[in-house]
């Protein structure tokens, strides 16, 4: 019995240094989104080898996934894209993705833009902050730690928040003719 | 005491009517509070040292009674002195004209927002951490929070307010009554950089007051040097145009203080920093070194895009 605060204690130390927690105000991420974002064409010059898969840094943490959601609408994604429910813009909540759900091609749709209006933020987003988004976008379809996962609206709760959302498989959906 | 009572963020030294009427109740309450203590004090002593036998008297004694009674009375007496003086402080302080200055403040994370109202919308004025106001003119701030709980408070000038979110403006009327700086803060705790979150109220002559008002009117000014102009290519190619308006630009983001006057403030990062030119270099590279956790995010720049940037801000007058 006697040990039952000593062990709780060591918990707390546990969880403070988990990573879900960290508050990395400095980081800038390494320039991962500039060697793989996609390229305009498949032809490659010298031997093929398949694309290094990248982590997106921020994927499982609270406070990154949480200043993502704030920037959401700080640099007025949900002007075309909702809560995440679509409107101008595709919804981001389904499982449905034009141009693919891995963090690298969420990043270069950001970076890059893509056909029929979603405008390229090309030097207009710290990239670190690009990440951020990314990795909130990726909380809109399940696809981080629910843990990790925001759990509050400031707003109006026009769905649920990202916690309760479903863990969604990603399927590709073609994009839209002009 | 004496020290804290010097300077220019202290509700000892009151500039103002409001500021006034708060150090004298205060002055009045600490007066008598220490007579009441001294006297409490006493008494403790010369009972200590007065101590009688262990007799348990029977019956309490009519000068026990009388002394109990002339005590419980004097304590109801000064209990309701202090409250009559704090009921006409706080009716002398709410006690002002209607014809004011109406100023809009809005408390974010972790500056203030500050506007000048006027029908006709071209002669608004936004700008940010600093309030200028006329001399003996009374000035009503309607106070809004943008995010968490904020409160107002410039010692100098008047008590604290709280800015509530999602809530109807609260006011504060406030009334300079000598010309000069005064500084003010958060004094709500509102996250990670809430000791960092400071104002600057000047108080000028009216007729200083109503020039800075018309040289606020107006648009930024256009840059003049080449550098300046590509400092301000610089910014309009950068992050910094999707959060900061310079009226008179293309740049009209909203979420960050408006830059249109921005060499004409004292400081930046909200009174964390002189506006100067190492400063301002640090803080557009490194905001997150300064300010850890502000939302003024860290921008990298190109090689020789910094310095026209610099001379850009800082011919923006």
């Known amino acids: 019995m006697k040990r039952i605060p000593l062990v709780a204690l060591l918990l707390c130390l546990f969880f403070v240094a988990c990573e879900r927690e960290e508050r990395r105000f400095r980081e800038m991420p390494a320039a991962a989104g500039r060697r793989n974002t996609e390229r305009l064409t498949s032809l490659v010059p010298g031997p093929y080898t398949a694309d290094i898969k990248v982590d997106n840094p921020y994927g499982y943490n609270a406070y990154a996934i949480s200043e993502g959601k704030r920037l959401f609408t700080w640099y007025n994604c949900q002007g075309c894209h909702g809560n995440g429910g679509g409107g101008m813009g595709p919804p981001l909540m389904d499982a449905r993705w034009r141009y693919g759900a891995d963090p690298e091609q969420i990043f270069a749709t950001i970076v890059e833009g893509r056909p029929n209006g979603m405008p390229s933020f090309r030097g207009k987003i710290p990239e670190y902050q690009v990440w951020q988004l990314v990795a909130y976008v990726q909380s809109l379809s399940g696809n981080v730690p629910k843990d990790a996962a925001g759990g509050r609206q400031d707003n109006m709760q026009v769905r649920k928040q990202e916690q309760a959302l479903p863990d969604l498989e990603p399927e590709r959906e073609a994009a839209p003719q002009q | ?317």
Not at chain 2, 113 to 130: I, W
Not at chain 2, 158 to 172: E, M, V, Y
Not at chain 2, 251 to 258: E, H, L, Q, R, V
Request: positive net charge; charged residues 20%.
């Open chain 2, 1 to 317: 005491m004496t020290t804290a009572g010097r300077g220019i963020q202290s509700a000892l030294e009151p500039a103002g009517m409001q500021a006034e009427k708060i150090a004298d109740l205060w002055q009045f309450f600490l007066v008598v509070c220490t007579v009441v203590y001294v006297l409490v004090i006493i008494f403790l002593l010369a009972a200590l040292f007065r101590r009688r036998p262990e007799i348990v008297p029977k019956a309490v004694s009519p000068r026990v009674r009388k002394a109990v009674i002339a005590a419980t009375g004097l304590t109801v007496i000064t209990l309701f002195a202090l409250l009559t003086a704090s009921i006409f402080t706080s009716r002398g302080i709410a006690d002002v004209p209607d014809r004011a200055i109406q100023i809009a403040v809005m408390g974010r994370q972790w500056w203030w927002q500050v506007e000048y109202d006027d029908r006709d919308k071209s002669k608004r004025v936004t700008t940010a951490n600093e309030i200028t106001i006329p001399v003996g003119v009374p000035v009503t701030l309607h106070l809004r929070s943008s995010d968490v709980i904020h409160s107002f408070w410039v010692p100098n000038l008047h008590g604290k307010r709280d800015l509530i979110p999602g809530k109807n403006a609260t006011t504060l009327t406030i009334r300079a009554d000598r010309p000069g700086v005064y500084r003010g803060q958060c004094a709500e705790f509102c996250g990670y950089q809430h000791a960092n979150m400071a104002l600057w109220v000047t108080a000028l002559p009216m007729a200083e007051y109503a020039k800075w008002l018309e040289d606020a009117r107006k648009p930024s000014k256009i840059p003049s040097t080449a550098e300046e102009r590509k400092g301000q290519d610089v910014f309009m190619n950068s992050p910094c145009p999707l959060c900061h308006t310079i009226q008179g630009t293309p740049a009209n983001g909203k979420t960050g203080p408006d830059l249109t006057h921005f060499a004409s403030r004292r400081s930046i990062a909200a009174g964390s920093y002189p506006n100067n030119r190492g400063y301002l270099g640090g803080w557009i590279l490194d905001a997150q070194h300064l300010k850890p956790g502000a939302y003024m995010p860290s921008i990298m720049l190109e090689q020789g895009e910094l310095q026209p940037l610099i001379a850009y801000l800082e011919s923006l007058r």
